[in-house]
């Protein structure tokens, strides 16, 4: 009975072993987050980790649908520029930190306040502040009426104040989330376990490790050998060589922002010429295999509300480009080309591709392929604009502001010029409550722009996963890598 005893316990060992087994797993990202504070930079990489240590006033369900998250409810509007929310109530922060009204005000006043230098703010343009009505109500006020302010707060993380103030949020993260920080191993990997004290439920899987792999041919072995559960930004080529693959249409649009204002570039010759130069038919068979369409004019999601679908795609006229370059005296002219590898899918492919096309028509482009968080510097900081410099925009927002505030608005973080009538058509947009009024003034915003040739959209993006056999997930419209909604079997 004594030996009887003694195997069913080494299977009950075994068994416990395999399933914590089970229930941690490895995410390949293509770059490393350039901090882990959640309201500073707009870093898709530190998106990816913080998405589950922190969590929002409202959330989207994976098909995009807005619900209460920190929120109990959906939120109020008091009056036009005034939205009331209720909180959820017995929430702490992993640090312990009561969330609460103090937390909600003071995350809001912090990332809009000027001395922080948030590049977040092209999503929150309308915001003015919050003031608390009580421990479980906090009220959000906007400098003018703003249809789209839940959506906003679906954007918006709440952080801790005092850990805010006295910790360390770039390296020590302390959310609300599913998941809590464990260590980050600079330039090689990033854990985190499950908050058993979640105010919705401790999550399936116990331990997510994220693995920083820029490139896609690394991340792609490392899921055949074994190494990887979850890789992103799958190849096209290799959806049938992995052991599991999931693909949606995605947010992304890339698209090249051009300097206007810079010496080559200011010349809208040029520019119609940048975009002429470009066969967008031949690179989206060649490079994405159907994961990918021809955006069609601009950079807006055709998901997103103020998606102009009257423009096209600008054709492809290398002759008519090469003309217009030596009519405006450019040829031979250089032209800086700035982007990174890893972040999005077939991005340095692109980049290199695009530059090609534009050495055809008598340019001389220098490319310049910058680590990712100096590549965020010269996309959104303070330096001269590059004359040209590669980005997959995206809008989870799913409202043209984000688009035109980010890119249009001479003021938007990655500003392509510093055209004040336009700034004033998108700044009339964003308050303007009438839908149709508020669509026309977004269609006339991009038409501006594809006529004046401020930027050169490429591509509608798909987001393409890579999958072990034992995972269990089905990826969202917004991209976001919730690991609540994965699981795994053995």
Do not use: C
């Not at 939205?83 to 912090?110: C, I, T």
């Not at 922002?257 to 967008?280: C, F, H, K, Q, Y």
């Not at 008519?320 to 890893?342: C, F, P």
């Amino acid at each position: 009975m004594f030996k009887h005893m003694l195997a069913a316990a080494v299977l009950a060992a075994s068994l416990s072993a395999e399933t914590v087994l089970a229930q941690s797993i490895t995410i390949a990202i293509g770059s490393e987050p350039s901090t882990l504070d959640p309201q500073l930079r707009d870093d898709g990489g530190e998106r990816q980790v913080n998405d589950n240590i922190y969590e929002t006033l409202l959330a989207r369900t994976p098909e995009g649908e807005l619900v209460p998250s920190l929120a109990a409810e959906m939120p109020k509007q008091v009056d036009d520029l005034t939205w009331e929310f209720n909180l959820r109530q017995g929430v702490s922060f992993h640090n312990g930190e009561p969330f609460n009204a103090d937390a909600v005000v003071y995350s809001v006043k912090r990332v809009i306040d000027p001395k922080n230098n948030s590049e977040q703010l092209a999503y929150f343009g309308t915001i003015a502040g919050a003031e608390k009505v009580d421990d479980d109500t906090v009220r959000i006020t906007t400098t003018g009426p703003d249809p789209i302010l839940p959506s906003r707060m679906y954007w918006m993380k709440m952080v801790a104040p005092k850990h805010a103030e006295e910790g360390d949020l770039a390296a020590q993260p302390a959310g609300t989330g599913p998941y809590r920080f464990v260590s980050w191993n600079r330039g090689a990997d990033l854990t985190l376990e499950a908050n058993p004290d979640h105010w919705d439920g401790a999550p399936e899987i116990d331990q997510v490790t994220y693995r920083f792999v820029t490139e896609p041919g690394t991340r792609l072995s490392g899921l055949m050998a074994g190494e990887f559960d979850v890789i992103t930004n799958l190849l096209p080529e290799f959806t049938a060589s992995v052991p599991k693959f999931a693909a949606v249409s995605g947010l992304e649009t890339s698209v090249f922002v051009l300097g206007t204002d810079n010496e080559v570039t200011s010349d809208p010759r040029v520019r119609e010429a940048l975009n002429l130069a470009i066969d967008r038919e031949a690179m989206a068979e060649s490079l994405f295999l159907g994961y990918a369409t021809v955006a069609k004019g601009h950079h807006v999601n055709p998901r997103a509300f103020g998606y102009n679908d009257q423009l096209q795609s600008y054709p492809y006229d290398p002759e008519r480009a090469k003309a217009l370059i030596e009519e405006a005296g450019a040829t031979g002219k250089t032209i800086g080309v700035y982007g990174e590898s890893g972040r999005w899918l077939k991005d340095r492919e692109q980049i290199e591709a695009v530059a090609a096309y534009w050495r055809e028509i008598g340019l001389a482009p220098e490319v310049h392929i910058e680590e990712f968080s100096q590549y965020l510097d010269t996309l959104m900081g303070d330096g001269p604009r590059p004359d040209a410099i590669f980005i997959a925009n995206s809008n989870e927002l799913l409202d043209a502001d984000r688009e035109a505030s980010f890119i249009y608005h001479k003021d938007g973080p990655a500003a392509s010029n510093s055209d004040a009538e336009m700034a004033e058509m998108i700044d009339k947009a964003r308050v303007t409550t009438d839908t149709e009024a508020r669509r026309s003034l977004y269609h006339d915003v991009f038409k501006k722009g594809h006529d004046l040739s401020y930027t050169v959209p490429l591509f509608n993006l798909h987001d393409i996963y890579g999958m072990s056999e034992r995972m269990e997930w089905q990826p969202r419209v917004d991209a976001k890598l919730m690991v609540k909604e994965m699981s795994v079997t053995e």
